[in-house]
C-alpha cells in the first residue's frame, strides 16, 4: 500500500506564494506519475496538476502559469509551488499516485492521504 502525507499549505493573502509538499512511501516513487487534486467546501475534488515518471507535466487551465509541480526522487518527495495565488485557490490539497499520467488526470482513487489546508484571503 501506498502513504501519502501533505504539508506546507497555510493562510496567505492574494497575490502570496505557498509550496506544498507530499512525501510517499509504500511504492516505487520514481517510477509513477504522481498529482496534486483541491476540494473547496461544496464543490467537486479536481485535478491541479500532474507531473510522469520522465517529468512530463499537466496543468488545469485555472493555474496555468503560477503554479509549478516537480518531484525528488531521491527524497520521494513531491512539490507544488504556487505563485499569484487567489481565493478562488482556497481548498484542501491532496496528492495521488498512479502507474499512468491518465490515472492521474482523471483523478480517481480508492484512498486518499490527509490534505493540507491552503486559505487565500482576499
Known amino acids: 500500500q501506498v502513504q501519502l502525507v501533505e504539508s506546507g499549505g497555510g493562510l496567505v493573502q492574494a497575490g502570496g506564494s505557498l509550496r506544498l509538499l507530499c512525501t510517499v512511501s509504500g511504492n516505487t516513487f520514481s517510477n509513477n506519475a504522481m498529482g496534486w487534486y483541491r476540494q473547496a467546501p461544496g464543490k467537486q475534488r479536481e485535478v491541479v496538476a500532474g507531473i510522469g515518471s520522465q517529468g512530463t507535466t499537466y496543468y488545469t487551465h485555472s493555474v496555468k502559469g503560477r503554479f509549478t509541480i516537480s518531484r525528488d526522487n531521491a527524497k520521494n518527495t513531491l512539490y507544488l509551488q504556487m505563485n499569484s495565488l487567489q481565493p478562488d485557490d482556497t481548498a484542501v490539497y491532496y496528492c495521488?499516485?498512479?502507474?499512468?499520467?491518465?490515472?492521474?488526470?482523471?483523478?480517481?482513487?480508492?484512498?486518499w492521504g490527509q490534505g493540507t489546508q491552503v486559505t487565500v484571503s482576499s
Open positions: 495521488n499516485s498512479a502507474r499512468f499520467m491518465s490515472t492521474i488526470t482523471r483523478g480517481y482513487f480508492d484512498s
